[in-house]
């Protein structure tokens, strides 16, 4: 099938489950009465409005291309990162290398995406800005808290700009048979992601008992994460077909975005409380962020950030096999179906269409 | 032209955005006075404000930092519509105030910082005597407090590059006119008005 027709079926399909969603959230909205009720439906509707946020940014990003989707990427960094620094404590000190990190880490970080230098994209913050930025810091000669202040800073950096830039860094992806479809392997990932989470919620509310870490994230249980797992997991092996996997290698994929989705949401939890959690993502009405879905806190808590290095990684390969052969990915990737990616002439198969 | 620019690039880097508690925004003569933190906070507070009341306002600028160089000088009277105050301890202060006095002549409104120098604290230092003679002269004149919160984080004494830190600007409602209490009384209620509107700082570890 060619990326052409996978998308528009994706798209289609994806629109009909959001209407129908829709449809009943608002239903629900107005049977409800009782108090807890009206806030799950509440919640269950601003989750739904998110979701048509989600498929509108995507629609724009595989129609405007990649170059537009990476800036739009990377304008979200920037917007997160600003966020996180506005929270945390700032010293006079740290303001060099919070300037190194806007002004050159992160363009330079998205400029290597932009030319796929791999190599260098994925050690340059967590190693050359790890060793630099306190480095600047300690220019300044201010002791007081200096671990607590450049950990603050080397996290949010991490978090705002390396994880965030992977989401279109998986666009970027050369592999055989699945050229120029990276968006929809962005998609599979945002749909389990998604699905896990709302799935969570679900069976956590249905068959939760046994609370995993009560103090960090209060809804959290072991029968809402292996409920909401294991649906994430079938349907990520449901949409194998968009992606270069077999159906097992699908599930196996989801299974990791899952667990690793389920990890970073709750350290990052931890995170947002010992922040005091309040501030983040609720700067004020004044922090008009336009067609961005949601602030900092609700890209975070999802977990949707996590997983996104492990699999751009787990899809290369292991190292050295990365471009040329990933046949362990299972026989996705080997089908070569007649008339694949002809049918409808060259954008679908050049890449740098992109 | 020049000042949207500006305010693009406050709103892309600062934020900047308004915040009014006890007051809403009026086309009428004011004197806007705030706590100062960073030179970023004119044109913090005049980008705040609403389009049709930037024309009318004008926020004084320290004559020894925006009226320097030729990029600073334009931006501050293209841009900003600023009034240059001389700071220097060699004009007697009474002609200091010769410009705003003539601003407010004309019915303009006003942008001002009493501290006199940038002040690296949260709360607001002890005022100069110039407001209360502005308030004194042109009773007319509304007087609404400001505060403008991470201006001084954003872009501290002695760095060139701003941070992008969320900066907002919170006006309050305005200060009861001079009555006979003295100049002492009255600039520390103006500088409590200010402080007052200082938001709750966070708890954070």
Sequence with gaps: MAALDKSLILF????????????????????VTSEAGVATVANLNARIRSWWVMVA???????LGFTATLLLFALTSFY????????MPTQRADHVPLAAAFYVLLPLHYWLVWIDWYGLFTILIPVYGFLLLPSLSSLQGDPANFLSRISRIQWGVMLTVYCISYAPALVLLQIPGFEGQGFLLL?????VVQLSDVMQYVFGKLLGKTKIAPVISPSKTVEGLVGGGLSAVAAGAAL????????????????????????GGLSLSAVKRSMGGQGLGNHGAGARRRARPHGFSELCGSGLLPPDPLLLHLTRGFPGHAQTDPSWIGQGAARKEPGFGDSLGPPCQQPSAW | MIDLVLIGLTRFLVGGHAHWVGTVPQE?????????????????????????????????AAQDYWGTGTVKRFLAQKGLNAVLVDRSRSSTSGDALAPLRKVLAEGRSLILFPEGT???????GPFKSGLYRLAMEFPSAELIPAYLDNPARALPKGTFLPLPIICRTHFGAALEPVEDGGKEQFLERARAAVAALAPPVEAMS
Excluded: K
Excluded at chain 1, 13 to 21: H, P, Q, R
Excluded at chain 1, 57 to 63: D, G, H, L, Q
Excluded at chain 2, 118 to 124: E, F, Q
């Design chain 1, 187 to 191: 998609f599979f990932l945002t749909a």
């Design chain 2, 118 to 124: 940038r002040s690296g604290n949260r709360m607001p």
């Design chain 1, 240 to 263: 194998w077909w968009i992606t270069p996997f077999s159906p097992w290698a699908a599930a196996i994929m989801a299974c990791i975005t899952v667990i690793a989705g389920f990890l």
């Design chain 1, 12 to 31: 289609g399909v994806v629109s009909a489950l959001l209407v129908i969603a829709s449809l009943i959230g608002a239903v629900l909205a107005r049977r």
């Design chain 1, 57 to 63: 940014i995507f629609a724009a990003c595989s129609i």
């Design chain 2, 28 to 60: 009428r003569q004011r004197i806007y006075f705030a706590n100062h933190g960073s030179h970023l906070d004119a044109l913090l507070l005049w980008s705040a404000l609403p389009r049709e009341l930037r024309a009318t306002t004008h926020p004084a």
């Design chain 1, 80 to 87: 997160t990162l600003r966020e996180f620094v506005s929270l």
